[in-house]
């Protein structure tokens, strides 16, 4: 139905940034929210960051100042830019999308994840 692509990750030293992508295709009718989770071993996944149709944005509180959530409404396309990365920050970083899609309803779709470490 709804498949989500992401990249970006990797390997960065403490204070460095990256940033990540994430497009959506498939039957898309429209995205009503895409949003940026994170999940370290043994823990729950968290919410970082999600932008809806609106424009909305929001943070997780650990993540404001150094972290932008943006989308590319044509490209069905999220971006999370990270900046002053910190090794707290390495985890197994998933994309999300809140989809109306065509004849399927509205669904929630995840992403394969993308690995981000922060060591020096």
């Known amino acids: 139905q709804v498949q989500l692509a992401e990249s970006g990750g990797g390997l960065v030293q403490p204070g460095g940034s990256l940033r990540l992508s994430c497009a959506a295709s498939?039957?898309?009718?429209?995205?009503?929210?895409m949003s940026w989770y994170r999940q370290v071993t043994g823990k729950q996944r968290e919410l970082v960051a999600t932008?809806?149709?609106?424009?909305?944005?929001n943070y997780a509180d650990s993540v404001k100042g150094r972290f932008t959530i943006s989308r590319d409404n044509a490209k069905n396309t999220v971006y999370l830019q990270m900046n002053s990365l910190k090794p707290e920050d390495t985890a197994l970083y998933y994309c999300?999308?809140?989809?109306?899609?065509?004849?399927?309803?509205?669904?929630?779709?995840w992403g394969q994840g993308t690995q981000v470490t922060v060591s020096s």
């Open positions: 932008t809806t149709s609106a424009g909305r944005t």
């Open positions: 999300n999308a809140d989809v109306l899609t065509r004849g399927f309803g509205r669904n929630d779709y």
């Open positions: 498939g039957s898309i009718f429209s995205i009503v929210s």
